[in-house]
């Protein structure tokens, strides 16, 4: 089937099966921050790069909450990431 493809075409397949396998290895290492240790170490990373005041805004919370699989609740010290 390949044989039968210009050169354009080729490329075109080339790119493709790169992006899938992008796609697989992005997808694993996705798959590792999916739990209490995962919210812990994104943000510790943003709290480390940007400041105490900046990781604890809404949008950083909910950004690395959602990201682990949980999701922000409110307590009487700002938000946190629930788990169930």
Do not use: P, W
């Not at 493709?16 to 510790?44: E, H």
């Amino acid at each position: 089937m390949e044989n039968n493809l210009s050169f354009g075409q080729k490329s075109l397949l080339f790119i493709l099966y790169s992006l899938l396998i992008l796609m697989v290895i992005f997808s694993i290492g996705a798959m590792k921050n999916t739990d209490k240790s995962g919210y812990d170490n994104c943000i510790q990373k943003k709290c480390i790069a940007k400041g105490e005041d900046f990781c604890q805004k809404f949008r950083e919370v909910n950004n690395c909450c959602l990201g682990a699989g949980g999701h922000v609740a409110q307590s009487n010290n700002g938000y946190i990431c629930v788990f169930e």
